[in-house]
């Protein structure tokens, strides 16, 4: 049966289909989705952002930035000069586990991830206990707890991807109309880098970390970044992670006030609110 929400959710998809690109459709569609998106993290994780902006305490970003920063904080504690126990290479571990890609754990120790997942589990345990540890969940332990390892949380590809499997999959709109929807792709991954710029996310020791949207990348592809800050050295050590990737490139879809900047590879770049103007370019927050 339809509902009147469905049917509001349906013509703002119609309007999209038909080349319109209106902000509030995307953010109703993304509310309205919510509760129907529980396997499509993507999706979910920008219905959040939009519905709770300010600090994300919980979702796909937040948990993927906050292994990114442990995996940070134990690969650089020596560089910090500062010691390293094995507790350190237990949550180093725990968090690059999740981390790394079923290719890398191939590469690095010729085993499927559920394998090295088993192996890992039972090293850390030996660990713990100061028990002997076998050489193949040796090898796990200090493949997964000793290195530094990134990934961004998700793509542009994997956003748009599911919203459309989404909205065909709830009767919002058609298969035949897939093609068509493919037009609004830029549209909808500028929207989710406007949703996500200027929000923060709650780390595992309780600090804030923000997020902000540029192009500090080889192929200056737009992209949301963690802030990762430390503190021991005198001067804060700053590491800018990508947990969001695209691949619109700045000089197409941006306005020349946000490409004057020479250096953008500064964490601070794009420090203020940034939208999406008629022409379908980010562009800065004006009155």
Known sequence: MTTLADEDLR??????????????DLDRLYLGLRDRARRCPAVLEIGDFIAHRDRREKGLITQVGRDV??????????????????????????ANLRLASDAQIRAGLGSSRQMAAARLKRAIVKVREKKEVAESEWAAFSFFGNRFVWRPAFSGDQLHRELTELLVQHDLMGTDDVEQFAAARAFLILHAITAMHGSSILLDNGSHA???????NRDRWLEVKVDLVFHELGKPLMAPICLFLSDLRAEVYCTPELLEDPTPILVDHWSTPIEIDSSGRLTILSC
Do not use: H, K, Y
């Not at 013509?11 to 509030?24: E, I, K, N, S, Y």
């Not at 920063?69 to 725990?94: C, K, Q, Y």
């Not at 923000?210 to 500090?216: C, D, H």
């Open 210 to 216: 923000r997020l902000f949207a540029g192009f500090a």
């Open 69 to 94: 920063f442990t995996s940070f904080d134990v690969w650089s504690l020596t560089l910090r000069r500062l010691d390293v126990g094995p507790n350190d290479f237990i949550r180093a571990a725990e």
């Open 11 to 24: 013509m703002r998809v119609r309007r999209l289909l038909q080349g319109g690109r209106r902000t509030d």
